[in-house]
């Protein structure tokens, strides 16, 4: 009954409502026509993708936000259809949209990104790194690092602007 109303319910429902009939086993045909229906309500700019929900006075109630919305899409479509394009544009926003000290506003935006983020992780972090970056500038090589498993350690190199020549990209 929720399919036949599907383009009735706000984008949160159609998500919750995708990853129902996922879970359900139901026809693909149907996860595509979810799918479809939510991503043609995707915000574009050059740099990211987000969804938003239309204006209901009363969404403060059950916590709707844009941040919460665009997480479960993020997490569902991961869900549903594994890696997407343009699924790092939705990292960039949400990452973009933390407000309070390095926190989204709200528990349940926490929530929801911390599930999406942890989605994309499975999705496209499967291997553990092994590959060597170069740096170069004027075809010559400044900075080379070896990255082998995860950590956390930042690698720096500084250079002042008299090593380089004036007037060249």
Do not use: C
């Amino acid at each position: 009954q929720l399919y036949e109303k599907r383009q009735q319910i706000t984008i949160f429902g159609q998500t919750m409502l995708l990853r129902a009939i996922k879970q359900a086993g139901l026809a693909s045909g149907m996860q595509e026509e979810m799918a479809r229906i939510i991503l043609n309500n995707v915000k574009v700019t050059p740099t990211t993708w987000h969804f938003e929900e239309g204006s209901d006075e009363n969404g403060w109630w059950w916590y709707q936000s844009h941040v919460r919305t665009t997480a479960l899409v993020l997490s569902t479509l991961l869900e549903v259809q594994g890696q997407f394009p343009n699924s790092e544009k939705i990292v960039t926003w949400l990452m973009q949209e933390r407000k309070l000290r390095g926190r989204w506003r709200t528990t349940q935006e926490n929530i929801f990104v911390f599930e999406a983020l942890d989605s994309y992780f499975r999705a496209y972090e499967k291997e553990s790194p092994d590959f060597t970056a170069t740096v170069k500038v004027e075809n010559r090589e400044i900075l080379r690092e070896v990255f082998k498993g995860r950590e956390l350690k930042t690698r720096s190199q500084k250079f002042s602007l008299g090593e380089f020549k004036p007037g060249q990209k």
